[in-house]
């Protein structure tokens, strides 16, 4: 039976989880057990990748060993499996989405906001400076005076666990 190695197009399926086991990612469709996800407007409300929901089309995925399309370690437990083989790795925090930076959260006073804007707790949204620069954010407090703005992903600092299954060598 042939063996995965570096540069072969591969079909997987896989599950990212958090440590206290919510699921942020999946090819699974099943996987939609949060709250948000049982709405209709699951899109509209959190992003596909927030809830639960998986952040692309449900079914398994392709991708190529060695081309960074999840993570190196997701690439390195894919060599040397066999289709059908099942493998769990965990991605430090560093490694996946990054420690979570303090610095990334800013505190902006509401006159320096368009009038037309009226951020409220939890909302996402992308912020443009005077260079054109975006930057996403989430508003984490608001006040009649201010709005403070966290820029950090919102897996920051969350170790990931991806229990992945080859299903085939392409």
Request: glycine letters at 10%.
């Amino acid at each position: 039976m042939a063996l995965a190695k570096n540069g072969d197009k591969v079909k997987i399926d896989y599950t990212g989880k958090l440590e206290d086991g919510t699921i942020f990612d999946s090819t699974l469709e099943d996987l939609c057990d949060s709250d948000e996800c049982d709405s209709d407007d699951c899109d509209d409300e959190c992003g596909d990748d927030e809830c639960g929901c998986g952040g692309h089309d449900v079914g398994p995925m392709e991708l190529t060993i060695g081309e960074g399309e999840l993570f190196s370690q997701v690439d390195e437990a894919l060599i040397g499996m066999a289709p059908g083989d099942k493998k769990s790795v965990v991605i430090p925090a560093v490694d996946g989405f990054g420690e979570y930076d303090k610095d990334k959260v800013f505190t902006v006073p509401r006159s320096d906001l368009p009038d037309d804007m009226q951020p409220e707790v939890g909302d996402e949204m992308v912020l443009t400076n005077e260079d054109d620069e975006e930057l996403g954010v989430q508003v984490v407090e608001a006040t009649a005076d201010s709005v403070t703005f966290d820029s950090n992903h919102p897996l920051a600092g969350e170790e990931l666990t991806f229990e992945i299954t080859l299903l085939e060598i392409l």
